[in-house]
């Protein structure tokens, strides 16, 4: 399956989206449990402002992972409360290229006219 370009930008624009992509690649299952997740995004976010597991568990659970799920890049079970990736290969060649720190917004240069 492809992924649409829109899709591809929007999963990859904000650091924690890429911190949670990047979880779901380095798991050794295809599923993920919520928590274990929380848990690797923690650790990943230790300099991050408001990094404690429950705001993260409620980010994850009411914005990230409903937007990766309905942008087919992710499975996430709600009920179950586990996820799984949907390996997409332009997005981790893109992903791979994005450093893990990279915090900075992408500064656009437009012609002057």
């Known amino acids: 399956m492809t992924l649409p370009r829109d899709s591809l930008y929007r999963s990859l624009a904000q650091q924690r989206r890429r911190n949670i992509l990047r979880c779901l690649q380095d ?5 993920i449990q919520l928590d274990t997740l929380v848990e690797d995004i923690v650790q990943k976010e230790v300099d991050f402002p408001k990094s404690d597991k429950e705001s993260i568990r409620i980010d994850l659970y ?19 409360e586990t996820v799984r990736y949907l390996s997409h290969p332009r997005l981790e060649a893109e992903l791979n290229q994005l450093s893990d720190t990279e915090t900075e917004p992408i500064s656009l240069q437009f012609p002057e006219n």
């Open 27 to 31: 798991a050794e299952n295809e599923v």
């Open 62 to 80: 009411h914005v990230h992972l409903p937007l990766l799920n309905e942008m087919g890049v992710i499975d996430f079970d709600y009920r179950s």
